[in-house]
């Protein structure tokens, strides 16, 4: 014991026995960080306990060999290292070295307490776009970051994000749902109010420490909040509110069906965006993506998938059962927002991979290149999968648009049919997932393409890790926005 007293920054935190073999342990004490230790095979480990991608207990997840996944978001780290082992985890773990003797666990803990800035949300002082839009009128709350910028809130219904947004902040965000959790930001001072206390993007560890999610917080008095700004996420285009009503609705499959809506103002919208979606007298908003692109002509298109149970759809679908050019109703759109849209700068190729309801955002991508100039010279590809055969409907979309007819090759394919599907535009006949069929086809030229991503979020999954964990492709060149 003499050689781990003299070594200051040793801290006993557990024996060995308290550590199943292949198992890990938890370590709670008001003096430390939240630390992990793992026994693999009688060998110990200790990192952070905390998720570099959000804040969550890892050992709330689980471990298989050295790869611990959090349980928030499914994204993983070898604790041998700390390096992140899977999406959406970038940023590696804190590690410790180990000590063990006479039965007792020991790590060098560097002189860390739990006063360390690991807790700590804090802005990037590079970022300096906060807006100063302050509305004239009723006065609502302000939202004032940990440097002393802020921005106003603009009516009592609108959140921390939409507020941060609307004020051309560059405020991290993906889903506006409250599923990814990457709008977290910590409230320092003031009252808001929490439209979803289940949200999955945060855990009930971050919500003790103060941390909330901006994209369901809504204040209700003037607020001090800290976030970490990343000049990526500055809106291209500054999200509004627009009242709508529902001028037609085609079926597409079983279950899907492009609605267009009409609003009395011009539709401006980087391609790839999506909007959020209220109906009168329902404060439920739901997030789904354009298929059209910017016009004159006040149309929001949206593919749209009916969910058994799902509130917003299935209204709208019951709606427009009746005569929808006789019906006052109020919609609500409220957007643009999202960031995985067309990236006009990059010289690549297009590629764009989808299931479900994610081909919206596809089809937009792909009429916006086909309608810019600088396009004309590269490839766009359409990569569609569904269950069955009743889930394809991309072939009749493309050929029916004259920019995409003849420009778009589209490869459609199916996982659960006992038949070929015989792609009307390509010829081509493909079976197996998404993900197996892209990969077959292109991974000797993957780095020649931008490639943009939307459906299932394990489909996403499936396709993100094929792409980086596999074959090595930087995020950068990668884009999806995170629902969960």
């Known amino acids: 014991m003499g050689d781990l007293i003299e070594n200051k920054n040793l801290v006993y935190v557990c024996n060995e026995t308290d550590v199943e073999t292949n198992g890990m342990l938890a370590i709670e004490d008001d003096q430390l960080r939240p630390i992990a230790v793992f026994n693999l095979a009688g060998v110990f480990y200790a ?34 290292t700390g390096e992140a082992a899977s999406y959406p985890c970038e940023k590696p773990l804190k590690t410790y070295p180990v000590r063990v003797s006479d039965g007792k666990v020991y790590i060098d803990y560097d002189q860390i307490s739990a006063e360390s ?21 009723p006065q609502f709350p ?37 599923g990814c959790g990457n709008c977290l930001f910590k409230l320092e ?17 971050a919500r003790k420490l103060g941390y909330r999610l901006a ?18 996420y500055t809106p291209p285009v500054v999200p509004q509110k627009h009242a709508a009503r529902l001028k037609s609705l085609k079926v ?3 279950d899907m069906y492009m609605i267009t809506l009409y609003a009395e103002s011009h539709v401006e919208f980087m391609p790839g965006q999506y909007a959020l979606i209220s109906l009168p007298n329902n404060n439920a908003f739901r997030a789904y993506s354009m298929s059209n692109i910017s016009n004159s002509m006040g ?20 709606l427009a059962s009746k005569d929808t050019y006789n019906i006052k109703m109020d919609i609500t759109v409220d957007g643009p927002y999202g960031n995985a849209y067309l990236q006009s700068n990059s010289k690549k190729n297009v590629l764009c991979i989808a299931g479900g309801a994610g081909l919206s955002p596809m089809i937009s991508i792909l009429r916006g290149a086909s309608a ?61 997932y998404i993900h197996e069929v892209v990969e077959k086809d292109l991974w000797e030229v993957l780095h020649e393409y931008e490639i943009y991503v939307c459906g299932p979020p394990k489909m996403v999954e499936a396709v993100q890790k094929t792409l980086v964990n596999k074959h090595k492709l930087p995020d950068k060149q990668i884009h999806f926005d995170a629902f969960y």
């Open 299 to 318: 149309e929001w298109e949206f593919i749209i998938k009916r969910v058994e149970g799902g509130l917003v759809s299935n209204l709208i679908f019951e």
């Open 47 to 80: 990192t952070s306990n905390i998720c570099t991608h959000n804040i969550a207990i890892l050992t709330d997840g689980t471990l298989e060999d050295s790869i611990i996944e959090c349980p928030l978001h499914g994204g993983s780290f070898d604790i041998k």
């Open 372 to 432: 810019r100039p600088e396009f004309d010279d590269r490839q766009l590809l359409l990569y569609y999968g569904g269950r069955a055969e009743r889930d394809l409907c991309v072939e009749d979309i493309v050929s029916e648009d004259s920019r995409l007819k003849g420009r778009v090759k589209v490869v459609s394919a199916v996982s659960e049919s006992s038949t070929d599907v015989l792609n009307k535009i390509s010829g081509e006949v493909r079976r197996g």
């Open 189 to 205: 001072k003031g009252e808001v109010e929490d439209l979803f206390p289940e949200a999955p993007g945060i855990s009930n560890y």
């Open 215 to 232: 994209c369901q917080s809504i204040p209700k008095v003037d607020c001090t909040i800290g976030v970490e700004l990343d000049v990526k």
């Open 117 to 137: 800035p690991e807790f700590e949300c804090s802005v990037d002082k590079g970022v300096d776009n906060i807006g100063d839009r302050f509305l004239e009128g």
């Open 142 to 178: 302000t939202i004032t970051l940990s440097t002393g910028q802020a921005f106003q809130v603009n009516n009592n219904d609108e959140t921390v994000l939409q507020s941060a947004l609307r004020a051309g902040t560059a405020f991290p965000y993906d889903c506006s749902s409250g």
């Open 252 to 254: 597409l499959t079983h």
